[in-house]
């Protein structure tokens, strides 16, 4: 199979590694020429280029770049296809981009591999990045079989663990378990830095250790990706930021009230929860 990359990043790159590894044929493009020189000299792919026309004899191509540029960049790429090829997209929002692409092109299918590093750009990109890791596919009820299929077997080959559910369900979903969790840490991260006392937040700084490096991790990462979260999926994440308040509103009650037991029923049910996520 003929696969176009484009976007040769963390995840871009990530797959070529992969799916040229099985035989099929890579073809890549980045704006930045350095870029497509080494992943063809390190074997990510076939060829490069920073010309989408490049891509005109693909049977599947995917888009990696950041989530805004992603229907933009469908729509430069649509023109050089031919009628037969499927896109499909790596973007951790999906109703947007799917009803945008999906009316340029009908042969797009919906894609997030939950996968990755807080590392960027090509130098990222490692093999069997997603074994064992979900990827969600979000056709809709327009999106042909053949391109569902096509996509399917793809992420399949990567052993990754495939899953298939509408856009909007999706978006709920990722808002609980990982969109959420950004703007907590975040969150978390500058409310040790409003201390008055300087000196405080210097031995704050010196005491973290694995709880806080643990707790932090994510709200630590690429501001822009954080922008792109709530920018694009504001709903879902507003509908999650609310839930989080009201349990964190309960939980600052308990404690002024001295409710100890009320604290102790509160963490017996998330030891009893967390492991349903993980």
Known sequence: MKIGVVGLGLIGGSLAIDLRQQGHTLVGVSRREQTCQQAVERGVVDAASSELKCLAEMDVVFLCPPIGAIAPLAEQLIPHLSQDTVLTDVGSVKQPIVASVGSLWPNFVGGHPMAGTEAQGLDAAQPNLF??????????????EMAVERVSALVRSLRAQLHICDPADHDQAVAWISHLPVMVSASLIRSCTLSPQPDLTELAQAFASSGFRDTSRVGGGNPELG????????????TSLNAYRQALDHCIQSIEQSDWDAIASFLEATQTDRPLFL
Do not use: S
Request: net charge positive; hydrophobic share 40%.
């Open 227 to 238: 922008v792109m979260m709530a920018r694009y999926n504001q709903k879902a994440l507003l």
């Open 131 to 144: 074994v064992d890791r979900p990827y969600v596919l979000t056709p809709t009820e327009a999106t042909p």
